[in-house]
């Protein structure tokens, strides 16, 4: 299994096969899932004090709070997939 790393922001990384979703803090559902998280001990503050921007979740039910865009974060997605196939 190929494992893909991918920067989140502060030098902070993330496994990309573990991640389902990339979403933005602001709706209501997304706050609840935050704060689930928080409650059982699966929550990762990745923001080094900056407004959270993006909430990664990951298929072992951690979230992981970002201080860069969701769109940043998948493009970077993207440019890592692009740079495993050209080698």
Not at 7 to 35: C, D, L, M, Q, T
Not at 57 to 74: C, K, M, R
């Amino acid at each position: 299994m190929d494992i893909r790393l991918i920067n989140i922001g502060f030098g902070n990384i993330v496994s990309a096969n573990r991640v389902i979703a990339i979403v933005s803090p602001e709706s209501a559902p997304i706050k609840r899932i935050i704060s689930d998280a928080r409650d059982r001990g699966q929550l990762i503050d990745a923001t080094y004090g900056r407004r959270t921007r993006a909430v990664i979740i990951t298929d072992s039910g951690h979230v992981v709070l970002s201080a860069i865009q969701p769109e940043t974060v998948a493009n970077r997605f993207v440019i890592s997939k692009d740079a495993q196939g050209d080698g």
